[in-house]
């Protein structure tokens, strides 16, 4: 961040990174943004992006007629700022070093993924995917998703000089498009659910299929978002929750 952040930034940046990415990839899959040419790749007006930062911040939803580049310029300014990245900077080396194993992958991400960020990076991946079935009219292939959002999501969260980064980009630009070509096979995410763009809402397979975790409290919602998958599967089993753990 190469400036001062004003209040209303700071409280962007803390936003939950699912639901701001689910109101604007919402927004733009309505407004047909999946077929606009180089979308993710042409940046909105720096004016109405600050307008529609103001919305999020303040609980409004995006105004019907606001620039689709505009929201998308915002979104991956909220993936690359947000306080809690998507993908964790602990995860940054083993997803780098062994992105061709895409048992470990996966094996990785239900043991050391929390649960929300999970969910986001499943809904992000999903809407990604999306993105790249029209890329015959948005020009954005898997490759181009990859460099714009690899970067942005993949970080190890130390410093590095600018000669390091660059060594790096290709691996993260590597790995991350190995994510978009598995992300069914790493999420479970089946057929049906990619047929139609608003499908990208689906929640995981652990929440759709579990009553007892559709039927938790609020606090206990609250409570999970910090587990991994595997923690969740410890407390929530299928014949209900295990007491000794609450």
């Known amino acids: 961040m ?3 952040l004003s209040k209303e930034e700071r409280i962007f940046y ?8 689910e109101q604007c990839c919402e927004y733009i899959e309505q407004q047909k ?6 979308i993710y790749r042409i940046n909105g ?28 310029s915002l979104w991956k300014r909220h993936l690359q700022f947000c306080e809690s990245p998507v993908i964790p900077h602990r995860l940054y080396y083993p997803i780098l070093n062994k992105c061709d194993d895409i048992k470990h992958l996966k094996e990785l991400f239900i043991s050391e993924m929390p649960f929300e960020q ?11 995917n999306n993105v790249i079935k029209f890329s015959t009219n948005n020009k954005m292939n898997i490759k181009n998703v990859a460099i714009v959002f690899g970067a942005t999501l993949l970080k190890s969260g130390a410093e590095e000089n600018a000669i390091e ?14 994510l978009l070509e598995n992300y069914n096979l790493l999420f479970d995410i089946r057929e049906e659910e990619t047929k139609e763009p608003v499908d990208c809402r689906a929640s995981t397979e652990l929440e759709r299929n579990s009553p007892v975790l559709k039927s938790l409290s609020p606090e206990w919602n609250q409570k999970r978002r ?15 929750i295990n007491q000794e753990n609450l």
Do not use: W
């Open 165 to 178: 980064y660059l060594q790096q980009v290709p691996k993260i630009t590597k790995a991350f498009q190995t």
């Open 33 to 38: 943004g999946l077929v606009m040419e180089g």
């Open 226 to 240: 910090g587990m991994t998958l595997n923690t969740i599967r410890d407390l929530f089993g299928p014949n209900g």
């Open 118 to 128: 999970f969910r986001t990076l499943r809904f992000i991946l999903t809407h990604l």
């Open 45 to 72: 007006s720096e004016k109405e992006v600050k307008q529609l930062l103001k919305c999020l911040v303040q609980k409004k939803p995006l105004p019907k007629n606001c620039d689709v580049f505009s929201v998308a």
């Open 2 to 4: 190469l400036h001062k």
């Open 14 to 21: 803390s936003l939950n990174p699912f639901l701001v990415a």
